[in-house]
């Protein structure tokens, strides 16, 4: 029936096609093979997917049942799970330096999360009401009401989180 695109990284695309109500498929196109590499059919137990973000070595991040996350390979292997520490994960990102690799995860509640991926920890980093450095006026509007797409970006140094009142650039 139709299709819904989750992310792009140059050489890999992902996406989930969906042929019923209860019937979908996470698909995986390869630009240099030039072909699907995976499509793996999901029934009603799987759950809502919120998030699949294309992560290094043939693998991805997925975040199903709003806060449930998960690496899988291209064999739709789980590689690694671990439960956001919070409600539903509104945004995702990872940051790859050297040999470590963690994926920042940010949820409704303002929770924002980073996981491990060598240590399997996954420890919450700050609240976005409890910086001091944000007015209690700009907390009292509720960051996450209005349903848009919302990002979090991160580097060594800062971590970069929209809401529905602008952006705001945390010094890690």
């Given amino acids: 029936n139709y299709a819904v695109p989750f992310d792009y990284d140059g050489k890999r695309f992902i996406w989930v096609d969906f042929y019923s109500n209860t019937e979908r498929a996470v698909l995986l196109y390869n630009f240099v093979s030039k072909k699907v590499t995976m499509k793996e059919k999901l029934n009603e137990d799987f759950g809502h997917i919120s998030h699949l973000k294309l992560i290094p070595n043939g693998k991805f991040f997925l975040v199903r049942k709003y806060n449930i996350c998960e690496i899988r390979n291209e064999k739709f292997e789980i590689e690694k799970t671990f439960g956001h520490i919070g409600k539903e994960v509104l945004a995702c990102d990872f940051m790859c330096n050297n040999d470590k690799m963690i ?39 509720q960051f996450f009401s209005m349903g848009y797409p919302y990002y979090i970006k991160v580097n060594s140094t800062y971590i970069a989180v929209t809401t529905d009142y602008g952006c705001y650039i945390i010094k890690r």
């Fill in 103 to 141: 994926i920042v995860t940010l949820d409704i509640d303002g929770n924002v999360n980073v996981y491990d991926y060598k240590t399997d920890k996954v420890e919450r980093l700050f609240n976005l009401y409890d910086l001091n450095s944000i007015s209690q006026e700009e907390k009292d509007r």
